[in-house]
Structures are given as C-alpha cells and as structure tokens.
C-alpha cells in the first residue's frame, strides 16, 4: 500500500478517522526516514486538535510496540507494574518495587530521566554509588525474573518509535495531546510484559493534569488501550497539589525511601503508596481481597522483607547495598540552609511546578537533555496544603554544594507556597479509585 | 529579542494571538534557516486549525513583505491589479491586462505557474513563441511604465518568504488556512506596487472554495488586510461551477483571449470580465462612474486599443506578435478528437476540478513541480449548466498529440457532465459584489 503523506494529514486535519495502514504508513515510515519531521510534525499538530478514536488509538499502539522488541514473562507468575504520570517529589515507584517483589509479584520497570519540572526514577536511582540501570531486554527479563524485580532505562529497541516521536512532540508543542500521551504510555507498558497495570494519575499544580474531568478522560483512554491488549488496567487519581513526601531530590529522595522501607510512616506517601500496592495485589491475583492485600503490604514492611528486596535489587544491578544501613554512602550536599516563612498564615496553595524549576536551579533537575546533575542537591519541604506557618518559622531547608545558588532557589520555594489567614483544610490525597 | 519556539507554537496551538515579534522570530526565521521545517509545519497547523486576529494577519503579511523587495509607482500614476483565486478555463488576467492598460491604467501584474486542477496565467503566456516572463523587479517596473502593463514571475527577492512557506505548506495540509491564503496573496499584492486591487473570488466546484459564507469570509480578510497597507481592496465574487469561457489549456487559452480581444463575446467570459474592469476603472479613479467605466471598456475593445496593446506586450516580452493575427504560430496540437454526450438530458453539474485532473492527464497541466507541459493540449468544452444535450450529441473535443491518452481523459471529461432529465436554469455568473 502506498499514500500520499498530504492526504493522510488533511484527512486528520479535517477529523476523519485514520485506518492502521494509513497510520503504519506515517508513524513506521518516520523512523524508517520514509516520512520526513515536517509531515510528522503536521499530523500530530492535527492529532492535538482534531483527537483519535478508540481503535486509532490501539492501531497507533500496536504500531508503536511492534517497532521493536517486546519482553514476555511466564503466564503462571504475577507480572503487575505501575506508572505515573510524574509529580514532584514522586519516589513511588522506587517504593513500591521491592514491596510488590516482597509479596510475591513479578514487577518489570522502565523507567526514565527527569525533564521539566519532575525528576526521574532512574536519575534518583543514580545517585547510588555503583547502581547501573542500563541492561538489555534479556538481562532485565532475568532480573526481574531472579529478584521479583528490576528498575532499568529503555533501550533501543523497545519502542523504538516513541523515543523518537517524543523528541519531535517535545520541540513542536504537541507533548499534551491525550491520544499521544496513551500510545507512548500504554506502548511501553505491554511491550515490558506486565500483564497487569496500575497507573497513579497525578492531579494539581504540580501535575499536567490540573483537573480531575480531563484525568478521568485520559484514564477511559489507557484504561481502554490496555484491555484491548488484554492487559488489566487500574487507574488511581491522586491528588498532586503538593510536592510528594519530605523530601525532593535525587539522593535525598532515595534516603526517604529506605526510611519508608525501614518503616517510617510519613502520611502522604504511605497513604498513596499503600492504595497503589493494595490494588496492584488484587489486580494481579495475589490478594484476594482489600484485607488480605493489606495485611500482604504491612506484613512485607514490618517485616523487613520489602527493604531486603531493596538491597537485592541494589546488589543485582551492581550499585552498593550498603547505602540502605549507611546512607552517609549516598551522596550528600555540603550545605543545609534554612528557608523560613516570610508571613505567618494557613497554606492554601503550593505551586509544585515551581519548587520543581527552583530545583532546576539547584542542579537537581535537567534543563537539557545533556544536563549534568547534582545528585545531592534538593531541599526539605515537610508542609502541606492546610499546615499553618508562623512568620520566622522554618518552611524548609535547601540542600546544595553552591551557596550562589541558594538565594534564587530559596526565593522560588518560598513564594511557591501561598498563604491566607483563613484556616484552610488538608486536602484529599486520592481522589478516585 | 529571543523566544522558546515550542513556547511560540503552544501559545498559537491554545488559540492566543502572537505579537508581531514573534512571528517575526518564527517566519524571518525560518527563511533564515533558525526555525527547522518540522516547527514551522506545527505552527501551520496550530494556525490552520485556531486561525489568528485581523492584526496577526497584517503583521504577518507584513512580515513577508519586508522579507524582499518591495516595488514602488509614481503616486500620480493610477495603479490597479486584479488577483483571481484560480479557476479552470481562466485566462481573465491574460484580457484584462491589456484592456486596463488601453484605458490609462497601470498594470503591474505577478502571475504563476499551474499546480493542481487550475491552469497558470504563466504557462498560458509561454506557449507564446519567444516570450518571456523572467524579469527583474527592475525590468518589470520599466515594462509597466513603457506599456501601462506586463505579466512576470515572482522573483526570487520578492516576497521570498512566501515561496518557502508555501511549499510547507503544500506538502504539509496547511495550504486551506484563510489567514495564511491572506498573507500569500496580499503580500505578493502589495510589494508590486499597485494601489488598488480587485478580487476575483471564486466560488463553485472549480475553484477551492465551495460556498458564498467561506469566500465571504476570505474576502473580509483580504480587504482588511490590503486596507491595512493603504490599498483600496473591492471583492467580486463570482460561479466557478463551469469551466471559463470555451477552452482550457494553454495555447488555446491564449487563442481565445486573442479572439475575446479581437471583439468576439464569449458570454461568461465577456460578463466577468466586463465586472471586474468596470470596478477596476472606477477603484482606479479612472472612470468617475459605472456608466464612464462601461464606455471606457466598449472602447477599447471596439476600437482595437486593447488588442494593440496585448500585441505591445509580446513585443516587450520578446514574444511574437504575429500570433495574434496569424494564430497558425502558436503551438498546435496534432488531433481533435470530439467527445459526444453519452446521454440526454441537462446539464445540472460539471465537475470542473475533475476536467482539471483530465487536462493535466492529456499534458496540459502539472502533476509534480518540474513536469514538462505540452502547450497545445487542452480541450473545447462550450456547453455551461443549464444547457441541454441530446446522446451522441458533440459535448466538445480534445486536442492531443499522443492517441493513448485520448480514451482516459475523454472519459473523465464526459463523466464530469453530470445530466439530469428536468430541465435545470443557467447560473448566475457574478454572485455579489
């Protein structure tokens, strides 16, 4: 079969539905250099404005999964992942794998770099002396397979078509287009094997997802797109008005996850991360009910089990486990500089996004792709919406190698939270499951 | 000034208006090779599917103006061009030139080749024996003096940007954007200096828009825009249902202009022809009336003034005048062969797009960019709607030189006379102006 590039776009353009060969034609043409970036870069202009249907959406799938190579797992064991759609401050996944592991799952993650304002699970892994995370699809198989699980990059040759497709919908302003956003997600979901899927779908300002109607339409959408690969699909909506847990950057955060698996509970992570392992266990067969799943989860965390899955995980892919008994093995910023309130008052409003860019700033986060990071470098944010601040008192701390750099990122965090004098509330954390 | 691409895109992909400056930043520099293809065909897009505001529309026209040379008359001469929107069978510029010109005017006019179903004004004029249309801004403003009009090319300096976009464009789906339609002509329009301009738009199954609230629409923009620049603007919206006057293809269309200028009425041509001059001379500030105007036209027809002046023209394109008293020197073609009606009844529709595709098929029209075109193919084709047919009766004819492309294009012909057995009206040919 052989289309005009130009009729396939104007046929999209105009709304009409595109047949799976139509779309083969366009999408496996580009990464065979068939079909050149501007034509691309028209048709997902027009895929923004003009959407997919259901069955383009699985085609479009489909083709992307098929241009590379997809990993398989034994159907008698419990293979589950999660996905998020990122927030700031967002360890989960690092939590949640050897938990899951723990109670028995197989968990095959890949995961990614931070760009924008959220980290990546991959760069927070980094900052632990020795880890690698750059395996191939065999040796990842056998990891996960050998440990319940494995947290490793994306390589080469699985969905090939998204790495490339990304790059060109990140220069051309079409990153938030709910059917784009589907296909690169839900792609890479079937392509790792896991027959099982829950997604944390992130709300809020520090989300790009602001609102709860446009998430649960992206749900219907991935929730949709799995079954018709026969993946079960789970969404839970979460609420990502503030930054997630304590502590926000790369070795900062994985120390608060070996506290967390050690058995310190602090509350919006425990609460968001114990609903994602309750349902994660049910979906997958583990549990066979809410309170079964729950005592699974307390159990392998009371236990230590969970936190010995972790030092597994860390010795199978080559970095030191000593970091989870000694975390002065992990990397550590030489200054701690206090940030306090500049006006007393209840937190009504904390603008995620902005702590995200003021860590940027510190060199935790990438503004390029090539960007070096600063592993150690973060800060201390332990209020939350609804927490009361009194002028003087300590909103937090900076952690950084750079005192230049201090001023800039302490000013950026401190307008970041909104205060009133009205008493505001805490505010929901899981909003819809 | 410097701004985020992608930034710039997003802002027009979300419907907000974009300053002068960064449309400036986005097309002066894309031509200058800072802006790649693929984000440029995005913002396309973007603006094909938000459109943009009456100001966005002059600044961008604005824009690709000054991206060349901008040709400037006497203030005291009375300069007047006509723009058509394309039609099939329209050689109006080719009549219309040189009666404008015997009535006093100034004709400075910028044609092109023919891409897709419609005939260029270019490709018409070089089936000419020896004449040229590649001059320079310089020449071409000294033949419009020297003889009050010339047709040329577009050079390379004038309205450079144009030319680069519009072949995005055309390989992109973004050629039907009416704020992008508007900043192509008028740019061209503007920069060859005249200052008074009449509209020919057409509407109907030959042309690209199919109704009167479409074309209103176009006609709206083209006259704020030129408006913008101090040019007075007059639209004339006319039926392109049926192809223009009785033959199509190039050297027959300059054979029936000369006969049109030699005082033969072709009626549709003779009545859109006659509007568009009529409103020309009085815009102009030529002819201080209709009734003035309508003498002026008789005239110069009557009197040969217009003839003499086509024949003037020739000669200082380095043409052969000869052609028009010995219409034996144009090329050609070395059969006519008659299509006959396959049925009786009224004609109540013609396709003429698909007459198009059935010329370009025989040679007369381009399929691709560099496609060598034989000039004395083309078809005689008299019967309008509303006519009645009886089978087997003459429909027309096709002149070729090659017998087996003869079958194909009759049959595309005879199908694009669609007859009905109730007796259907002639159309009205001027719609409103």
Same sequence: chains 1, 2.
């Avoid at 043409?29 to 691309?40: A, K, L, R, T, V």
């Avoid at 008698?76 to 050897?98: E, R």
């Avoid at 990891?143 to 990059?153: E, T």
């Avoid at 979906?283 to 030092?311: M, W």
Wanted: charged share 20%; aromatic share 6%; net charge neutral.
């Amino acid at each position: 079969m052989s289309y005009s590039p130009v009729e396939i776009i104007i046929k999209k353009r105009n709304g009409e539905q595109l047949s799976e060969s139509e779309l083969k034609f366009m999408f496996q043409g580009y990464i065979e250099n068939q079909i050149p970036d501007y034509q691309m870069s028209a048709l997902l202009m027009a895929i923004y404005h003009k959407g997919m249907k259901k069955s383009e959406i699985s085609n479009l799938t489909s083709i992307y999964i098929n241009s590379g190579r997809i990993i398989t797992f034994p159907e008698d064991i419990a293979t589950v992942d999660k996905h998020s759609t990122g927030g700031v401050g967002d360890k989960i996944s690092i939590i949640l794998g050897p938990i899951m592991a723990a109670c028995g799952a197989y968990v095959p993650m890949i995961s990614g770099r931070g760009l924008g304002h959220t980290g990546g699970t991959l760069d927070k892994l980094d900052s632990i002396p020795g880890l690698r995370t750059d395996f191939s699809e065999k040796e990842f198989r056998k990891l996960v397979l050998n440990n319940g699980y494995a947290i490793v990059s994306q390589t080469e040759s699985l969905v090939p078509i998204d790495k490339h497709i990304y790059a060109l919908r990140d220069v051309t302003g079409t990153i938030e287009s709910l059917p784009l956003i589907t296909a690169s997600i839900m792609s890479k979901k079937i392509a790792e094997g896991a027959r099982n899927l829950v997604i944390d779908l992130k709300i809020g300002s520090g989300a790009f997802i602001r609102n709860l109607e446009a998430a649960r339409k992206l749900g219907k959408l991935l929730t949709n797109t799995g079954n018709s690969f026969g993946q079960n699909v789970k969404i839970i909506y979460t609420n990502m008005n503030s930054p997630l847990g304590e502590y926000v950057g790369n070795s900062l955060e994985i120390l608060e996850s070996i506290h967390f698996l050690q058995g310190k509970k602090i509350p919006d992570l425990y609460q968001i991360t114990r609903r994602l392992a309750i349902t994660m266990l049910q979906i997958a067969g583990i549990s066979s009910s809410e309170t079964v799943a729950v005592e699974h989860f307390d159990n392998v965390l009371n236990s230590g089990a969970a936190l010995e899955r972790f030092k597994l995980m860390i010795q199978a892919q080559e970095g030191d486990p000593a970091v989870c008994d000694n975390p002065q093995l992990l990397p550590r910023a030489r200054y701690e500089i206090p940030i306090e309130a500049t006006d007393s008052g209840w937190i009504e409003a904390i603008d995620s996004q902005n702590i995200g860019y003021a860590l940027i700033g510190l060199g935790a986060g990438r503004r390029k792709i090539n960007d070096q990071l600063d592993y150690s470098a973060g800060a201390y944010l332990p209020h939350k919406i609804g927490d009361h601040l009194e002028r003087g008192a300590r909103l937090g701390s900076i952690f950084c190698n750079n005192l230049h750099l201090v001023d800039e990122a302490a000013g950026k965090i401190a307008d970041s939270f909104h205060l009133t004098k009205q008493p505001t509330k805490h505010q929901e954390l899981i909003l819809e499951y």
